[in-house]
């Protein structure tokens, strides 16, 4: 995984690859602990709940 700080101060994970386990899993699912691989701060995103509620206040 890694995690995105974005500009709305809140954090997000996303995904880089499966682990073994989950590659050979039909459903890919991994039951092991999340690995953070890298983090960085996103310089000019929010969030999506952050810009769904910007969207609904328009």
Known sequence: ??????VCH????????HCHFARNDPEHVCR????IVRE???ANQVCFDCQRAIF???
Do not use: K, M, N, T
């Open 40 to 42: 960085w701060a996103s």
């Open 10 to 17: 809140h954090s997000g994970r996303r995904l880089i690859s």
């Open 32 to 35: 092991g602990p999340w690995s």
């Open 56 to 58: 609904e206040r328009r």
């Open 1 to 6: 995984y890694e995690v995105i700080h974005f």
